[in-house]
């Protein structure tokens, strides 16, 4: 009987072209945002992921695509970009990075671009409706 083995296997990676160019643009796009915001804004901070003094127990990790932002201190908005296939498991890595932003701040805004032919059957099932088109 064959196990299942959960996460990423050695020699193997979780992102394809896609999913790259998805997470290059969160990247690239965050730094040209928080320049315009930051000016207007100037107790507005932004980082490129959680440190562990930041994570509610000090367990685990969270370096969203679009970066952690926060307000005079107070983690305001986390920007994330993920690909789900059907058989992929963005979604439990979405999960854990919302479940800890949330930890941290219950009302943080978690905003995710979502790309995928599973992003579109898993949204349709939380809605509870069809949906169709370009998430």
Known sequence: MKRFNGGIQKGTVAT?????????????????????????????????KLTKEQIPGGIGACEPDGGAWFYDGVLIAVFEGKKQQDAGNAIERWFKNNFICRLINQSVSYVTFCTGEGAYRFW?????RLTYGKL
Do not use: F, S, W
């Open 124 to 128: 349709d099932k939380v809605l509870g």
């Open 16 to 48: 394809d072209a896609r999913a790259r160019k998805l997470d290059e643009q969160c990247k690239h796009l965050k730094q040209d945002v928080y320049c315009i915001l930051n000016k207007k804004y100037p107790k507005l901070t932004m980082q490129k």
